[in-house]
Nanobody, 123 residues
Framework: QVQLVESGGGLVQAGGSLRLSCAAS????????MAWFRQAPGKEREFVAA????????YYADSVKGRFTISRDNAKKTVYLQMISLKPEDTAVYYC????????????????WGQGTQVTVSS
């Protein structure tokens, strides 16, 4: 089992940058595919980015491709989401998730979730 704690959210102006971190507990972090999802008020949770166990495979939502970068440091048991050129529509609670099965865009394949961190982008 793994516990996930996100950090790094905040208020930023449009065009700005933020880096989110997700720290994991447990000894098997390197066995999990990791992902970031987000949920805006009144909307369903949506996929943002995913990374394979070894970090060699990444996937991105079309809406963030070229602006967001997912990475991981297995020695530190941490996954990151570097966000640049932020837009007001990026405003949401961002969740870190772990999967024991697949690197995927599908929310249902993720087994463990963090509590989320708020990102607010002002125009």
């Amino acid at each position: 089992q793994v516990q996930l704690v996100e950090s790094g959210g905040g208020l930023v102006q449009a065009g700005g940058s933020l880096r989110l971190s997700c720290a994991a507990s447990g000894r098997t972090f390197s066995s999990y595919a990791m992902a970031w999802f987000r949920q805006a008020p009144g909307k369903e949770r949506e996929f943002v980015a995913a990374i394979s166990e070894g970090g060699t495979i990444t996937y991105y939502a079309d809406s963030v491709k070229g602006r967001f970068t997912i990475s991981r440091d297995n020695a530190k048991k941490t996954v990151y989401l570097q966000m640049i050129s932020l837009k007001p529509e990026d405003t949401a609670v961002y969740y870190c998730a772990a999967s024991v099965r697949y690197t995927s865009r599908m929310i249902d394949l993720y087994d463990y979730w963090g509590q989320g961190t708020q990102v607010t982008v002002s125009s």
